[in-house]
C-alpha cells in the first residue's frame, strides 16, 4: 500500500462523508480549500487545515473556476504580480481550459482603474475598470461556497445538510471603492493569517461570526488584502421565503455544467429579520 493510499485511508475513516453533498457521498478525496492555486507558487502551508473531505465530482468539478480565481485575485494586486511565474502558470492554465473566461476576469479585476493600463499590457486585450460579472464573478461565488460548506463541517464536524444553504458576495476594489464595505459585514472580530507558515505570507486571512444555536455562520476570507468573500451559511432553510434569490445548496457542485439556476452575475444579498 503506498503512503498516499495510506493516508487516504485514514482521513476516509476519520471523515466518512463529502461535505459539500450533503452527506449523501462518501469520501473519496482530501479536498484543499481554498485551493492550492490560489497560493504563491501553489504553497499551501504544512498542516492540515486546508483539507476537507470531498467526493471526486464535487473536488475536480470546480478545478477551471479556481484557476480563475487564482487569476482574478492575483490581477488585483500590484504589476510585479502579472510578471510573476505563478501568474504566467495560471494565466495559461486558464487560457487552456477555459479561454472564453479571459475577458470577464480581465474586466472584474480592474478595480482601480490605474491598473487597466497595465492588465491591457499582461493580457494583450483592452481593458476598462468594471464590476465582476460572468466567469470571473461565478469563479469567486463557486470559492465562497466551498469555504462556507467546509468551514461548517469543520464547526459542527458533519456536512451541512440538503436542508441548509448559504449566500456568497464578494468585495472587489472597484466595489469597496464605490461603496464601501456594507454594514452588516462590519464586525469587531480581528482577521487570521492562515498563512502564516508560508515563505509567502498574508496571501490569505479569515475570520467568522457563529451562532450554532441558530445555525447561522458568517465566514469570510480575505485574500491578499484585495478580495473579500464572505459567504453566510444557514442550516435550515426552511425558515426562508422559497423564493430567497441566490441560495446555494448542498450538492451544487455537480451542477456546475449547468450553473444558471444556482448563480447570477448580478448578485444582490438582503438580510432579513425573522419577525
Known sequence: MGEKKRRLDVFRKAHPYCCFCGGN????????????????NSQLPGDKKFEFPSCYQCNHASKQ??????????STIDA????????????????????????DVVQGATGQRHRSKQLS???????QASKLDGAALLSLKVLGAKIGMAHYYEDNGIPLAIEGGLWTMTLTPA?????????????GEPFEDLTSKCREKEQIKFRS???????????????????????????????????????IRPGFLKS????????????SIQLKSND
Open 256 to 267: 456546475l455544467q449547468n450553473p444558471a439556476p444556482l448563480f447570477s452575475t448580478s448578485l
Open 209 to 247: 461570526i457563529r451562532n450554532k444555536e441558530e445555525g447561522l455562520y458568517l465566514y469570510q476570507i480575505l485574500i491578499r488584502d484585495h478580495m473579500l468573500i464572505t459567504s453566510i451559511v444557514d442550516k435550515d432553510m426552511t425558515r426562508h421565503s422559497e423564493s430567497q434569490p441566490y441560495v
Open 80 to 103: 510585479n504580480a502579472t510578471s510573476s511565474a505563478h501568474f504566467q502558470k495560471v494565466a495559461s492554465g486558464v487560457k487552456n481550459n477555459a479561454r472564453k473566461a479571459i475577458s
Open 175 to 187: 466595489a469597496l471603492l464605490e461603496g464601501g464595505i456594507p454594514e452588516f459585514l462590519r464586525f
Open 65 to 74: 473556476y479556481d484557476q480563475i480565481a487564482a487569476l482574478l485575485t492575483l
Open 121 to 127: 499590457e499582461a493580457f494583450g486585450i483592452p481593458v
Open 25 to 40: 457521498s462518501p469520501t473519496e478525496s482530501i479536498d484543499h480549500i481554498p485551493a492550492k492555486i490560489l497560493f504563491t
